[in-house]
């Protein structure tokens, strides 16, 4: 049997349970040392190794994760009853730990689809783009007619996906709300995944075709020197319902549409590439007392690699990086990027204290059974996704990622907004860590299930490709890294993930737009 209790750092005076503990019986750490169990403490919760004082900090990660708010024994479990988020930010850290470079990696290879813009694919597929919740069935309807049987002559198209959400009008023109989907709309339709794409609109929205065409330049599809059937570039083909005459006719023309553009989009090959083109998005969700000890710092680990290749890894959900802002600003390649990050949280801050709310109202539920107490705790588990590398770049919500290396995206928590600005932000990779059993997927980007625990990867086999929990009963976390990243290369280069065997991915598109409905 491992240790039933895990010190993450060598300063932390609480500890984690790797099985449910009972009382009278004794904990034990790896090294040997011994604790009594003076209450029930479910796996994965915190059990105090040391006296902490009422208004002590309980320290976890080797940072407090908020102040007692009672005097706590050796032995008692730590959680909602006894402790409180509360911290502070040091301003003086900022850009004082920048890291030292990796050692570049230069051989390490996939198989995508280039682009002749030079970014590189790891799916080819068509998108049906619905630039308002009016055209949101219409799309669905011209996806739905191709199908397996119906794609068959056209191997090397991954799928037609219907790209619909509730927006696109009842907006101020050029608002806060309009310029968010307008940047989701425009990154899925230049997305390296998505070869080609139709654009649907019904003809009186805010958010008309026209102007996302002259703001993004969404006119021609590019498909470069390996098209083998006719031009190189294409004009986009566009539509709406009220110009067509109604559903039936709309529907009718796109799939017309969709027909002409295959034979193109199949023309395409995979061919060798860097991976360096890689930009990887990570998230979390359903996050347990074990994501930051095993999944989190393994993808970490995966992160770290792929920027020694010259890649792109993105932090996101800001929310979930509240309390952990001091691992980043320290790690921050420039004053200026480091306030920008504390520029994110400050507008967090206001955003939800406009409807009596804060940002510590997260972890949910299901995190507060898992083990997790306070958002310092969950942000500072979640950032380990980030590893130990620099922090160079801060993005707004699917804001285009130009920048190599690490970055931080500003995303909501809520998972599926979350991953949709990743993935409109150019993410061609998604790698997503769970506790609870999140079960995920997002089309044109394959996501990578990584289970926390060995419970949660044996109960939900058919959706977690990677298992994690080893790490707990002595795999080195590096091990598992380096297996996520391996299988990143694979799946870049076509392996489907569990999600993609199941079908996920074409509800969870989901556009965050922040602004009032008019």
Same mark, same amino acid.
């Given at each position: 049997?491992?240790?039933?209790?895990?010190?993450?750092?060598?300063?932390?005076?609480?500890?984690?349970?790797?099985?449910?503990?009972?009382?009278?019986?004794? +904990?034990?750490?790896?090294?040997?040392?011994?604790?009594?169990?003076?209450?029930?403490?479910?796996?994965?919760?915190?059990?105090?190794?040391?006296?902490?004082?009422?208004?002590?900090?309980?320290?976890?990660?080797?940072?407090?994760?908020?102040?007692?708010?009672?005097?706590?024994?050796?032995?008692?479990?730590?959680?909602?009853?006894?402790?409180?988020?509360?911290?502070?930010?040091?301003?003086?850290?900022?850009?004082?730990?920048?890291?030292?470079?990796?050692?570049?990696?230069?051989?390490?290879?996939?198989?995508?689809?280039?682009?002749?813009?030079?970014?590189?694919?790891?799916?080819?597929?068509?998108?049906?783009?619905?630039?308002?919740?009016?055209?949101?069935?219409?799309?669905?309807?011209?996806?739905?007619?191709?199908?397996?049987?119906?794609?068959?002559?056209?191997?090397?198209?991954?799928?037609?996906?219907?790209?619909?959400?509730? +927006?696109?009008?009842?907006?101020?023109?050029?608002?806060?709300?309009?310029?968010?989907?307008?940047?989701?709309?425009?990154?899925?339709?230049?997305?390296?995944?998505?070869?080609?794409?139709?654009?649907?609109?019904?003809?009186?929205?805010?958010?008309?075709?026209?102007?996302?065409?002259?703001?993004?330049?969404?006119?021609?599809?590019?498909?470069?020197?390996?098209?083998?059937?006719?031009?190189?570039?294409?004009?986009?083909?566009?539509?709406?319902?009220?110009?067509?005459?109604?559903?039936?006719?709309?529907?009718?023309?796109?799939?017309?549409?969709?027909?002409?553009?295959?034979?193109?989009?199949?023309?395409?090959?995979?061919?060798?590439?860097?991976?360096?083109?890689?930009?990887?998005?990570?998230?979390?969700?359903?996050?347990?007392?074990?994501?930051?000890?095993?999944?989190?710092?393994?993808?970490?680990?995966?992160?770290?690699?792929?920027?020694?290749?010259?890649?792109?890894?993105?932090?996101?959900?800001?929310?979930?990086?509240?309390?952990?802002?001091?691992?980043?600003?320290?790690?921050?390649?420039?004053?200026?990027?480091?306030?920008?990050?504390?520029?994110?949280?400050?507008?967090?801050?206001?955003?939800?204290?406009?409807?009596?709310?804060?940002?510590?109202?997260?972890?949910?539920?299901?995190?507060?059974?898992?083990?997790?107490?306070?958002?310092?705790?969950?942000?500072?588990?979640?950032?380990?996704?980030?590893?130990?590398?620099?922090?160079?770049?801060?993005?707004?919500?699917?804001?285009?990622?130009?920048?190599?290396?690490?970055?931080?995206?500003?995303?909501?928590?809520?998972?599926?907004?979350?991953?949709?600005?990743?993935?409109?932000?150019?993410?061609?990779?998604?790698?997503?860590?769970?506790?609870?059993?999140?079960?995920?997927?997002?089309?044109?980007?394959?996501?990578?299930?990584?289970?926390?625990?060995?419970?949660?990867?044996?109960?939900?086999?058919?959706?977690?490709?990677?298992?994690?929990?080893?790490?707990?009963?002595?795999?080195?976390?590096?091990?598992?890294?380096?297996?996520?990243?391996?299988?990143?290369?694979?799946?870049?280069?076509?392996?489907?993930?569990?999600?993609?065997?199941?079908?996920?991915?074409?509800?969870?598109?989901?556009?965050?737009?922040?602004?009032?409905?008019?």
């Amino acid at each position: 049997m491992p240790p039933s209790l895990i010190r993450i750092h060598a300063s932390d005076n609480c500890a984690v349970a790797t099985r449910p503990l009972i009382p009278g019986h004794v +904990g034990e750490l790896a090294t040997g040392e011994t604790f009594p169990i003076l209450q029930p403490v479910p796996a994965g919760h915190k059990l105090a190794i040391d006296d902490i004082p009422e208004g002590g900090s309980v320290i976890k990660y080797g940072w407090p994760i908020g102040r007692a708010t009672q005097i706590i024994s050796v032995g008692q479990h730590i959680h909602s009853h006894n402790l409180t988020c509360e911290y502070q930010i040091d301003l003086k850290s900022i850009a004082s730990k920048v890291p030292a470079p990796f050692e570049p990696v230069a051989n390490r290879t996939f198989q995508g689809f280039r682009r002749p813009n030079g970014t590189v694919g790891t799916r080819n597929y068509i998108g049906v783009i619905s630039t308002v919740n009016c055209s949101a069935s219409v799309c669905r309807f011209v996806a739905q007619r191709f199908g397996p049987d119906q794609l068959r002559e056209f191997p090397n198209v991954d799928g037609v996906v219907a790209f619909r959400h509730e +927006g696109g009008c009842a907006m101020s023109l050029h608002g806060m709300k309009h310029r968010m989907l307008s940047r989701v709309l425009a990154g899925i339709a230049k997305h390296p995944n998505i070869a080609a794409y139709v654009l649907i609109g019904l003809g009186c929205e805010q958010s008309t075709i026209a102007g996302l065409q002259s703001e993004h330049g969404l006119y021609q599809i590019d498909l470069g020197r390996n098209l083998r059937q006719g031009t190189e570039s294409l004009t986009v083909p566009t539509m709406t319902i009220q110009e067509c005459g109604g559903t039936a006719a709309t529907v009718e023309r796109a799939v017309e549409a969709v027909r002409k553009l295959l034979p193109a989009v199949n023309a395409l090959r995979r061919e060798t590439c860097s991976a360096s083109h890689l930009i990887l998005g990570t998230n979390c969700g359903g996050s347990d007392g074990y994501s930051g000890i095993t999944a989190n710092p393994a993808v970490g680990v995966a992160v770290e690699r792929l920027v020694a290749c010259g890649g792109t890894g993105i932090l996101a959900e800001t929310t979930e990086l509240h309390g952990a802002e001091q691992l980043l600003i320290s790690r921050a390649r420039s004053q200026a990027v480091a306030e920008k990050l504390l520029e994110r949280m400050e507008w967090w801050k206001w955003y939800v204290g406009l409807f009596d709310e804060v940002l510590d109202g997260n972890p949910s539920i299901g995190n507060k059974a898992g083990g997790l107490t306070t958002i310092i705790e969950k942000s500072l588990g979640a950032a380990a996704k980030g590893g130990s590398t620099t922090l160079e770049a801060v993005y707004e919500y699917a804001e285009p990622v130009t920048a190599k290396g690490l970055v931080v995206m500003d995303t909501p928590g809520y998972d599926p907004a979350s991953v949709t600005g990743l993935v409109a932000g150019g993410a061609n990779l998604i790698v997503f860590t769970t506790g609870r059993g999140s079960c995920f997927g997002c089309k044109p980007v394959p996501s990578l299930k990584v289970a926390t625990n060995s419970d949660t990867f044996e109960k939900l086999k058919s959706d977690m490709d990677i298992d994690a929990g080893p790490i707990v009963t002595g795999v080195p976390v590096e091990t598992i890294g380096d297996q996520i990243f391996e299988r990143l290369l694979e799946v870049a280069s076509g392996d489907k993930t569990k999600s993609e065997f199941l079908g996920y991915g074409d509800e969870e598109f989901v556009p965050w737009t922040v602004g009032p409905t008019l």
